[in-house]
Every structure is written in C-alpha cells, then in structure tokens.
C-alpha cells in the first residue's frame, strides 16, 4: 500500500474475521506495515524526497568541482561547558539531527527513528545540532548525527564548530549518518581528520561516473540485505575516499552492491571512534533491508558486551467473535505439540454496519455472545498462549476505511481510501481523535473481555498499525507494551505542535522504549499473506524464513511474525520449521522485552 508510502512503504491490511476469501471471491485485505516499499514518510513528505535528492545531487556535484558555497555555522551565543550539564544516568545516546532548509522537518523524522532504537539500550536526547555546545558529547554514552540537510548555497551550515571540534577530540563513539561529514574534515583541517580516521570525506562523492549507480544490495555479516529506491528517488552512497599508506587503517562495516556494475564499495565504515554510515537508512525499507545493519552497529556504541541471541515470536492475528472455534483450536493444537509460546491478537467486538459478510443485514456481536469462540480462547490460553487487545472493533463508523466497514478488513483509529492505483493512502486521524475518543475505545474493549469472562490483556497491537500520536499515548497508559509497527509523528522531539500529516513508520528487531514512552515489542518479518493485494505481493514461508535470516545480522535480534488462523496449519508450520533451522528460539511476547 502506498499507504505506507506513506508509513512504512509497503503495508498489507489485514484480513477480515470470517475468512480468507470475501464473498465476490477476491481476497480480503491484507495486514498493515508489511514494507516500506515506496517509503516509510508520509505521503507529503514522500512526494518531497525526489525534489530533496535532486538538491542533494545537484550540491555533491558543486562540491566536486569546488563551487560549492558553505557559509559556516554563527558562533553560539552562550557556552555550557561539560561540568554545568547534568550527565543521564546509565547508557545514554545524544541524537543531534538538522531542522534547516526547505527539507528541514526530514531531520526530525529520523531523529525519531534513531532516538526509539536508541531506546533498547537506553535513554535518547535529541535535539537540532544546531543546539549543540561545548563539551555536550563528554555527558553521553554515545553520540548520533544524522546528516539530512545537505548544506551550502542558499542554506547556512548550522553545526556548530564546537562539534565539528568534540567529534575530533573525544573518545567516546561518534555515529555520523549522510550528509556533511565533508564539513568536519574541514572545520578541523583536512590533514587532521585523515591523521585520525584514515580517509577524506572532501574527495568523497555520493556520485561516480556521472550518477548514483543501482546499489541493490548491502552485505553484513554475511547477510546479503535488500536495497529497494525507486528509480529518480536514490541520493546515493557515499563513496570514502580511503588515504591509504601511512595513515590508520579503516574497517570497512558493511559493503554496498551496484546491479549494474557489479562494483563494491563500503557502505559504513569505522576508525579510531567514528562509524560513519553512507546514506540515512530509513526512507525506504524492508523486512530484510539494510537498516538492519544501523541496528547492529549500534550495539558497539551502546552495549559492545552483548552476546549473541536470536529469538522468535509469532502472534495470531484478527480473532474476533466471528472467528471459527474449530480452527483456533487446530492451531493451538499445533502449537502447543511444539511447546511455543505465542500472542493471540482478540478484537472483542465483532460488526458489520453494512452488512458486507451477511447479504446487507447489519449484524454485530460480542465475545460475551460468543460462548464457542471464548471457550476455544481459554484452551488457547492453557496451551501456551498470551491474550492481547487488538483494538474494541478494529473499523469505524458504518463508513469503508478503506475497504467495507467490517471488523478486521479496516482502521479504527486512522482514515483511509483505495486511490485510482490501487493503493491505500492514509488520510491522517479520525475527526472526534482525542484522549477521551481513544480512551472510551480502550475500556469498551476491556469491559468486552471482562463481560466474556476472559482475563484482562496486558498487550496491544493497533488495528493496521495505524493511530495518531494522542491515540498512542492512551495505549501506553492502558497497556504494559504495544507489539507492532508505529507511525511518529513530527513535532514529537521539538515539544511544538504535532504534525499528523508528518510521520515516519517505522518497526524493530528488538523490543525498545519509543519516543511517546512505551514499551513497544517487534514485529519485523510480516506475516504469510497467500494472495497479492493492493499492489503487493504474495508473501509464503519463504519469505518469511528469508526475512529472518537477514535479520541474523542483529547480534541480538528477534524474528517476530503473525498468522492469521483461518488459513491452514501447514504454511505455519513450515515457516515455523524454518525459522527453528535458522538457530532462533521461539519465545512469549513479555521475554522480548528482556
């Protein structure tokens, strides 16, 4: 779905409760945030990444042939040394990111991305770096910078030289993420940065050979990982130019592809305390794309003593009151015969306003009026199962957002249509959205399980992975943890107005403390999807086994998938058998978040 071209480029919606295979024979929709084929911005945002990567190539190419104009940083008005500002306690990661420029809100969305990953470990501050002061990088574990403004012409430098300066001079570890690493070699003198780091990002280039090339792929740690941008929408790779002989040697991390070429070139790099990462990589991702390597490097930064665990979890998704009692069992059986534990997503209110499943007869019922289904839930729950809330109808109103209304088929807490194209496109939050709105849909839902004689869930996953940043905050105070993909919303660091037509998608391979303050467990190879929907392919057990095995790369990662139970048992098992052979472990939803 272009929905998540929006969100997390590629998302399938997920399937309606009474089966796989809708009444005209089409396949029903598909779940939520499976990719991030276009990208992971919203839709304004995304329309703006070609013009962004237009300027950014058309400024590599000034600075190439040195008529590039960079007006330096104004000197900070006030100076706070290191001894004034109070250290965070344990680890801590200072995320500096730009906010000027045409493009300027980009810096914000990725400092969000990098400040939730940053949230396994521990705590993020994120600021513009344009707020950095002396000494700032001596009171953190770590720093991150990720460049996204390309600076010169009509756009000021806004890093400060004192940070140009700290990144030298420290020796505590410097992530440096695109843009404007040329800018240190030079603030710091050129001789000086080859002297500690071994190469020269001012003879270093996104471009070569007259464009960008097709890297399609990224290879770390023996993993081959997905690059997949858009032709006209990729800004390149930064290509190091390495000094060589008599200079420090640098380790190259990662290394990139082209399809054309088949060149290789590195894809990050480290030296002395500096990781530098190519290209910002959470535009345009996938399950098994090259972010995962981002992921895994930032545990050297943060936790360099992290043994190596590969855990998995799969959830059962859409179970609502109309779900077949026979099948749910079936699958526990199965299950349970493995000794895996798993999550069941239970929607507690089943409705079809307009009748779409029940020839135009409104029909609409509760667990409590679905004795069979609630006995098959407590067998689940005796066999290994965790109950969590998937929202109180996972649709809304009598109206189709997108598709026809029905619990399971659409959005609750966000709006949406099906474009001329056949993609979803978000439409930003509900019109009565609030604290009270969300929070009446909370406790019906919990009030449904209690009437039902079930216990209470202390999970849970948004219908379609999709609310607003007010919506977010009310599961957070309802619930231990979220297990899902999540949309961030910009004005979230700054402390200003929220944007809700400005957000990034983004999903983990391990559980972290999000910027909205929760607990939000992964969920980061999709789901076995049989059927191509709204642009999308099929997704088998294949794919699913593949997607896990690029996430090996995670030292501590996890392969987190779910399955909607009215399909067969044999696809799950496959992928299951697949997933075991890869040497992961499967585990309850609560053991991801330690």
């Not at 939730?116 to 950095?132: D, E, Q, R």
């Amino acid at each position: 779905m272009a929905v998540v071209a929006a969100l997390l480029g590629g998302v399938t919606l997920s399937a309606g409760a009474e089966g796989a295979i809708a009444g005209d024979g089409r396949p029903h929709p598909s779940h939520g945030l499976q990719g991030v084929g276009s990208a992971s911005l919203a839709g304004t945002s995304a329309k703006e990444l070609k013009s962004y990567v237009t300027d950014r190539l058309s400024k590599d190419r000034q600075r190439r042939a040195g008529t590039l104009t960079v007006t330096p940083a104004p000197a900070p008005r006030t100076t706070v040394t290191a001894t004034t500002l109070a250290a965070p306690s344990g680890t801590s990661a200072l995320v500096l990111y730009d906010n000027t420029g045409p493009y300027g809100h980009l810096g914000e969305l990725y400092a969000m991305a990098i400040a939730n990953l940053v949230g396994h470990f521990g705590t993020a501050t994120a600021k513009p770096v344009s707020a950095y002061t002396a000494g700032m990088v001596e009171q953190y574990t770590s720093t991150v910078y990720v460049g996204s403004t390309y600076y010169g012409g009509t756009v000021p430098d806004a890093i400060p030289a004192a940070f140009y300066q700290d990144a030298l001079k420290t020796a505590k570890p410097v992530n440096w993420i695109g843009d404007n690493i040329w800018g240190m070699a030079n603030a710091v003198g050129i001789e000086n940065f080859k002297k500690k780091y071994g190469w020269d990002p001012t003879n270093s280039y996104y471009g070569t050979g007259g464009g960008v090339g097709n890297i399609n792929q990224v290879t770390y740690k023996n993993q081959q990982l997905t690059r997949k941008i858009p032709a006209g929408f990729d800004g390149g790779v930064l290509h190091p130019a390495l000094s060589g002989a008599g200079y420090p040697q640098v380790t190259e991390l990662a290394q990139a592809k082209d399809a054309n070429s088949g060149d290789t070139s590195p894809w990050a790099i480290r030296s002395s305390n500096l990781t530098y990462v190519g290209e910002i990589p959470f535009a345009y991702v996938s399950e098994s794309d090259r972010v995962i390597v981002f992921e895994d490097l930032l545990f050297d930064a943060l936790a360099p003593a992290t043994a190596e665990r590969h855990r998995a979890f799969v959830r059962l998704e859409d179970i609502s009151p109309k779900a077949d009692p026979a099948q749910l069992r079936a699958i526990a059986d199965y299950l349970y015969s493995q000794r895996i534990p798993y999550g069941i997503n239970v929607i507690p209110t089943y409705t079809d306003p307009k009748g779409a499943y029940n020839n135009g007869v409104a029909e609409t019922i509760t667990l409590a009026q679905a004795p069979q289904v609630v006995s098959a839930l407590k067998y689940m729950l005796q066999r290994g199962a965790v109950l969590m809330n998937h929202g109180y109808t996972h649709q809304y109103k009598n109206v189709n957002n997108p598709y026809t209304g029905t619990t399971g088929d659409d959005f609750e807490f966000f709006r949406a249509h099906v474009d001329a194209s056949d993609n979803v496109v978000y439409d930003g939050p509900v019109a009565e959205d609030s604290t009270v709105w969300a929070q009446s849909r909370v406790t019906s839902g919990l009030n449904g399980f209690t009437l039902a004689g079930l216990p209470r869930p202390t999970l849970w996953t948004t219908p379609h992975y999709a609310a607003s940043a007010t919506d977010y905050k009310v599961f957070g105070q309802n619930f231990t943890a979220r297990l899902e993909r999540s949309l961030y919303f910009a004005g979230t660091l700054s402390g200003g107005t929220v944007n809700p037509g400005r957000y990034i998608g983004q999903f983990f391979p391990y559980a972290v403390k999000d910027v909205y303050g929760t607990t939000v467990l992964p969920e980061n190879i999709g789901n076995y999807e049989p059927e191509p929907f709204n642009n999308h392919p099929a997704r088998q057990p294949a794919d699913l086994i593949n997607s896990a095995r690029a996430n090996l790369a995670v030292r501590d990662g996890v392969a987190s998938f779910f399955y909607h139970p009215y399909y067969p048992v044999e696809p799950l098992k496959q992928t299951i058998e697949g997933i075991r052979a890869l040497g992961y472990t499967f585990v309850g939803p609560m053991d991801l978040a330690r």
